[in-house]
């Protein structure tokens, strides 16, 4: 069983950047694929992006590539997600995630409760 608590997120204007950490308790953190999804009012929860259980691999959505950094720290059971040059439409519900891995959420079995971003123009 992992539990997964979201914080960080908040509100930032155009251009301003966040980074979002996701804290795990239970055992075996370092054995999961993490991942972050997002939900914006009214629309599906998304991919936002992936890290492999070493941290060695990353895979992005391709809204936020090149803006959007994933990294995990196993020691500290803690997965983050530094977004820079935010802008509006990355205003959303984020949220953690931990299982098999993959762009679908049904690769993933553990969710955290979600942080809200909110990007203001």
């Known amino acids: 069983q992992v539990q997964l608590v979201e914080s960080g997120g908040g509100l930032v204007q155009a251009g301003g950047s966040l980074r979002l950490s996701c804290a795990a308790s239970g055992r075996f953190f370092s054995s999961y694929v993490m991942g972050w999804f997002r939900q914006a009012p009214g629309k599906e929860r998304e991919f936002v992006a992936a890290i492999s259980p070493s941290g060695g691999t990353t895979t992005y959505a391709d809204s936020v590539k090149g803006r959007f950094t994933v990294s995990r720290d196993n020691a500290k059971n803690t997965m983050y997600l530094q977004m820079s040059s935010l802008k509006p439409d990355d205003t959303a519900v984020y949220y953690c995630?931990?299982?098999?891995?993959?762009?679908?959420?049904?690769?993933?079995?553990?969710w955290g409760q979600g942080t809200q971003v909110t990007v203001s123009s």
């Open positions: 995630t931990a299982g098999i891995g993959g762009r679908s959420e049904t690769g993933y079995r553990y």
